[in-house]
């Protein structure tokens, strides 16, 4: 119940493109859900988050759905960059109980091609 | 990222040996956190800590791992007896309160 699904595992799209990642999760205890972008050989960086009371948030080329009756979220990377090649993490949390105890999913390494 | 330190950054160590990791969370975050990341594989979450207290270790192996977080100085995440398996990205992460975490660079531990 604590996990959280992410696919695809990998997604090559060619730049100025849409690149669209999914996660769905199971415990409707869950009340926030960021995504991370991680370059290789580095730590996880924050990149965009939604709580469930809203159904999306969109900052620059980066948008977040949720679906909170499906129980999904997904990340849509707008007009995609080279420079977006990295791997993507979605994550889940409920904060009254486990303060920011993250759950990830297992990843999607994104190339975006020239 | 920049503002929670974590040395060493890299780290080889043979079985048998301990390992040490430390964190010092950006100024004015009194949550610290660990997560382990192994080779190809999505963040794992191992102890939830604040200023002298263990608040979740449920991620934690039972046995060789500990970590701490004193009232003075960083955060401790030692490892005694590495194993192989034992290899992986250490990651400490810290927050003021709340859910917005963030991490540091990683340690990166390989065991010979």
């Known amino acids: 119940q604590q996990q959280v699904k992410q696919s695809p595992q990998s997604l090559i799209v060619q730049k100025g493109g849409i690149s669209i990642i999914n996660c769905a999760y199971e415990n409707t205890a869950f009340d926030y859900f960021p995504w991370y972008q991680q370059f290789p050989g580095k730590g996880p960086a924050l990149l965009i988050a939604i709580r469930p009371d809203v159904s999306e948030k969109k900052e620059g080329r980066f948008t977040i759905s949720f679906n909170k009756s499906a129980k999904q979220f997904s990340l849509h990377i707008m007009d995609s960059q080279p420079g977006d090649s990295a791997t993507y993490f979605c994550a889940a949390s409920m904060e009254e109980t486990s303060g920011s105890r993250l759950t990830f999913g297992e990843g999607t390494q994104l190339t975006v091609n020239p | 990222n920049a503002g929670v330190m974590q040395n060493p950054r890299h780290l080889v160590r043979r079985r048998g040996q301990e390992a040490r990791l430390r964190c010092s969370p950006m100024?004015?975050?009194?949550?610290v956190y660990w997560y382990r990341q192994l080779p190809e594989e999505g963040l794992k979450f191992m102890v939830y800590l604040q200023k002298e207290n263990i608040i979740d270790e449920s991620g934690m192996p039972k046995e060789r791992f500990s970590a701490e977080f004193p009232k003075e100085g960083p955060s401790i995440l030692r490892i005694q007896q590495v194993v192989r398996g034992d290899s992986a990205a250490y990651f400490c992460?810290?927050?003021?309160?709340?859910?917005?975490?963030?991490f540091g660079e990683g340690s990166w531990l390989t065991v010979v």
């Open positions: 100024k004015g975050h009194s949550h």
């Open positions: 992460a810290s927050s003021p309160t709340g859910n917005t975490i963030y």
